[in-house]
């Protein structure tokens, strides 16, 4: 499933060759563009994460947001123009992790307030009437709220794989490599899977990775009873694993949740 994922990618995103890949920034690189001054990429940069917003706000909200109306969308919009201005790299976490918690914050903050001073309708209350206490067609919205999550999914998923393309950029990796190079056989990528979350449960092993771009190798082999040829003829796969599990990708979450890990699965790849 994940194969076909990246493979679709390619096919269908031709802006993502590999002459161009290299020529993407990471968000966070991008941030630290933007805090240096060049606001004309602040602008595009928001823009372009226009859809993952309106997904973090509805999801918030447990409703349809409408961007040209509800004001909530314009709470979570400068909240993530107020991370760009607060984020800091040396923390430890990707820029997308921190923007959704800035934007929860704030519109958690909002909510507080609409509830105070206006005595808004709770959002659990939204089934049957709107935010002015006025009756619409529920088929309708129900209908609407439908369409609106089917598009953000396709769209929130594109721009996750856009972004863990930037990212695994960084160690040398392609989705055309990770494709070529990923495990055929289901116990094989259940073995790796399994090393992959060895190493992004650990915090330092995975801020070292991230400093230096090496695999710790010697590490992961004692960690995991299996022999250094298999960890470093895997390490491609291995590191984009770590970074999916590490980082703020759902959708990559989701499939590698399905594959479950076996210890025993280390000592037998060790025999090998």
């Known amino acids: 499933m994940i194969l ?45 994460y226009r859809p993952y917003i309106l997904k973090v706000t509805s999801g918030f909200c447990k409703r349809y947001i409408d961007a040209s109306r509800d004001d909530e969308f ?8 107020e991370a760009i201005n607060q984020y800091d790299s040396s923390a430890g976490k990707s820029f997308i992790g921190f923007a959704e918690t800035v934007i929860r914050r704030r519109l958690i903050d909002y909510v507080r307030k609409e509830q105070r001073h206006s005595q808004v309708v709770p959002y659990s209350m939204f089934d049957s009437e709107d935010e002015e206490q006025s009756p619409y067609n ?25 972004e863990l393309n930037e990212e695994l950029l960084r160690f ?30 650990d915090a330092l092993l995975l801020e070292g990775l991230r400093l230096t771009g090496k695999l710790p190798v010697k590490e992961l082999t004692e960690r995991c009873s299996v022999s250094r040829k298999t960890v470093e003829r895997n390490r491609k796969y291995i590191i984009s694993v770590a970074i999916m599990l590490s980082g703020s990708y759902p959708f990559m979450h989701d499939y590698l949740q399905q594959q479950p890990s076996d210890q025993s699965d280390y000592k037998q790849e060790a025999s090998k």
Not at 140 to 157: S, Y
């Open 74 to 81: 314009s709470v979570a919009l400068q909240a993530f123009n």
């Open 4 to 48: 076909l994922l990246f493979k679709r990618f390619l096919r269908k995103s031709p802006s993502f060759s590999k002459e161009k890949q290299g020529l993407r920034l990471a968000p966070e690189q991008r941030v630290e563009q933007i805090r240096l001054g060049d606001e004309g990429l602040r602008e595009q940069f928001i823009a372009e």
């Open 138 to 162: 529920a088929v309708e919205t129900r209908q609407a709220m439908t369409a609106f999550e089917t598009e953000q999914t396709v769209q929130e998923r594109r721009m996750e794989i856009m």
């Open 172 to 201: 040398g990796i392609t989705f055309a490599e990770l494709a070529e190079n990923s495990p055929k056989h289901a116990d094989s990528r259940q073995l790796l899977i399994g090393i992959a979350r060895v190493l992004a449960d």
